[in-house]
């Protein structure tokens, strides 16, 4: 596919722009925060049965999240044009974004990566079974009412694997007998944004349906970038995608807080990977499908006065062919090598199934007791072009879970958790490599925190959280290409997060949050080079310790101005191996936003990002940067809104991984509905 080519500057260029990004920040009046779940007048109403909290609401209208910077809404995730899962993550405090070597997004939440902090709809685990990994650039936004986010400390009903908290993506519930939203957008080279939402709600039963397409052929580099031989600057090469997501939900109400919900998903994506701009590490591959496609079932059904039983079923289906070629024409395939990579194309066919089911019981005065059953199986199978399977491993994975709040006081909450997981594997197939299966492997998690409400809206706590990552497919039986030993017998990941946290009002119009946090992981898979040769292995070597401190505040002026932002400070700590570098977390993350309203319906955006270096490699350390985003919007008519603005407006040129820069200046300009 042929890409064209914009002019661009002299390789030497760069603006002097907020060379720290300090000033930027410093000139808003107030770090900001994020809404909450339950207050922050969003447009969108959350699906109640896929929130998780663990200390619930006091009274009616009390603030139910758990921790400080915890929750992105549905109008924020608009009002910042955060299309995709991994763009509104970055807003919170805490969280940092990043991309792998195959260009994908992924998040660090506390210095904790995605496998280790795992994705879930409505409590339903989502991550890839092979890897555990996501690429949140395949998630999109448009049909979610909120993103939820617990870091470190987090329910022990989510299940196995929340080493260093979890993600939820809560689904919208309609509460009107016919409401929606329709957006259409355009941006720089050929990019189309779409999305459409339908919802109604009739008493009985209620209907949910959401359509996305995001797509564009690229995205403009900036042009202080420096042309190396394999990207030449203008339009990056071969970064052209396109994600189409459909979504329905059918619900049932039938009186006393019953509820049944049926939900269909099916993500159809493309993609190419821009090549390293590093010739030594420039790979040429192709995504011509990447493809999702789930089925979910969701109830409460009262037992009485005092019990509820809830369940959880699911059935995920992952399909993706990645095809490598030979150069930059993306003519040939790469034929060389062995397995799949000696064909050229990779074929994975992933599958997962499983369910829950959690009684819950209030029988014990100021008591919320939560008993919780897991049951997940993963299938991972490659086929390579000619249709030969070379690889097929299964797993099953066992929880058990308890969880109790007590309400010792009316404003007091203790909450106490322990969990018990098992690995169980099933069938383990490498063509060429054949060995037994290992054995059955477990994890226990235990926590307890203390919540004591100030007030309605403001809340201190104490957690401590002992938590578990069973090792994945890919940690225990991949041979990258022939470069490792596999490791089938590798122990979990365990973690000790502590924390200690403030959530409130303390002024008029303001919000405050702060936490300090720290963590201490043990067992960490980490690679160990030379175990055979040159071959390296996946081993449980790693002695890592996380300490960090969050601060998130904001200021509402009568509602023409609101400004905001947050601050993170994270160090991360190889102990076991100080020499090898901790990748991919900025020390220092700041930003800082302004709302402003000059006349009625109209809206003034500004949002400033700074991140400090961070290591990239145990030898490469990248820079720090300021981005800063402009938009503005105006209501026309009642309901319909048009909006214009630019992400990146100074045109830096910054990376978030080596070799891969990130976009230069983006415009965009859309077109919104609501009813």
């Known amino acids: 596919m042929s890409r064209r080519k914009k002019g661009k500057r002299g390789a030497g260029h760069q603006r002097p722009v907020w060379r720290t990004g300090l000033w930027v920040a410093l000139a808003f009046p107030a770090l900001g925060g994020t809404p909450a779940l339950a207050d922050s007048g969003d447009d969108a109403e959350p699906f109640e049965l896929g929130v998780i909290t663990v200390v619930g609401k006091r009274v009616h209208g009390a603030d ?14 608009r009002e910042f044009n955060r299309e995709n899962v991994g763009d509104a993550l970055n807003l919170l405090s805490g969280v940092s974004a990043t991309v792998n070597s195959r260009n994908e997004k992924t998040i660090s939440v506390r210095g904790f990566d995605s496998r280790q902090v795992p994705l879930f709809i409505d409590g339903i685990p989502v991550y890839v079974p092979y890897d555990g990994y996501v690429d949140f650039n395949r998630f999109t936004t448009a049909d979610l009412a909120a993103i939820q986010v617990a870091k470190g400390f987090s329910s022990v009903t989510y299940g196995a694997n929340t080493l260093g908290g979890a993600i939820n993506l809560v689904s919208r519930k309609p509460v009107r007998e016919f409401e929606g939203d329709a957006m259409l957008g355009v941006g720089p080279e050929r990019g189309r944004r779409a999305t459409a939402n339908l919802g109604t709600n009739q008493g009985l039963w209620y209907a949910q349906a959401g359509y996305s397409l995001n797509r564009d052929d690229g995205f403009p580099m900036s042009s202080n970038f420096t042309p190396t031989p394999t990207e030449d600057g203008g339009v990056r090469n071969n970064a052209y995608h396109k994600d189409e997501k459909f979504s329905l939900k059918l619900g049932l109400t039938p009186g006393g807080g019953d509820e049944y919900a049926l939900s269909y998903y099916k993500q159809n994506g493309e993609k190419g990977q821009p090549p390293s701009t590093d010739p030594a590490y420039a790979r040429y591959w192709r995504w011509p499908y990447w493809d999702k496609e789930s089925l979910y079932f969701v109830s409460r059904t009262g037992l009485g006065e005092f019990e509820a039983v809830k369940l959880r079923f699911y059935r995920d289906r992952y399909d993706n062919q990645v095809d490598t070629y030979t150069d930059s024409t993306y003519s040939t395939l790469k034929t060389s090598g062995s397995g799949s990579v000696g064909t050229g194309r990779s074929i994975y066919h992933d599958r997962t199934n499983g369910g829950s089911v959690e009684l819950e019981s209030t029988r014990l005065a100021n008591n919320t007791l939560r008993l919780a059953f897991h049951y997940k199986t993963d299938e991972h199978e490659e086929r390579d072009a000619t ?14 879970a308890a969880e109790n709040e007590w309400r010792i006081l009316p404003q007091l909450a203790l909450s106490l958790g322990l969990a018990h997981h098992e690995l169980r594997p099933d069938t383990v197939f490498s063509r060429g490599n054949p060995y037994s299966l290992p054995e059955d492997q477990g994890a226990t998690d235990a926590q307890a925190g203390l919540f004591y409400d100030l007030s309605n809206s403001a809340r201190l706590y104490a957690t401590i959280a002992r938590k578990s990552r069973l090792p994945t497919l890919k940690d225990r039986y991949s041979q990258r290409l022939g470069t490792y030993i596999e490791n089938p017998n590798l122990k979990p990941e365990e973690s000790l997060n502590y924390e200690i946290g403030y959530r409130g009002s303390p002024w008029a119009g303001g919000k405050l949050q702060a936490a300090v946090f720290y963590s201490d ?7 160990v080079a030379n175990i055979v040769g040159t071959r390296s292995q996946m081993q449980n070597v790693g002695k890592v310790r996380n300490t960090g401190i ?18 993170s400070w ?27 309203r000059p006349i009625n319906r109209a809206e003034v955006i500004a949002f400033v990002e700074y991140d400090s270096s961070r290591w990239a490699s145990n030898t490469v350390r990248l820079s720090g940067f300021t981005t800063l985003n402009l938009k503005a919007s105006y209501e026309a008519l009642k309901g319909l809104s048009i909006e214009a603005g630019a992400n990146n407006v100074t045109d830096r040129n910054y990376s978030l991984s080596d070799g891969y820069p990130a976009p230069g200046r983006m415009w965009f300009a859309n077109v919104i509905y609501q009813f």
């Open 521 to 527: 992981i043990s067992d960490k898979i980490q690679s």
């Open 550 to 567: 969050e601060l998130d505040a904001s200021h509402d002026f009568g509602g023409w101005l609101e400004v905001g932002g947050n601050y």
């Open 387 to 400: 249709g030969q399977q070379n690889t097929h491993y299964e797993d099953t994975l066992i929880s058990f």
């Open 570 to 596: 994270i160090n991360v700590e190889n102990r076991s191996n100080p020499e090898t570098r901790i990748t991919d977390v900025p020390r220092n993350k700041l930003t800082a936003r302004a709302v402003l």
């Open 64 to 77: 139910t999240n758990d921790q400080v910077s915890s929750v992105v809404g549905h109008k924020v995730m």
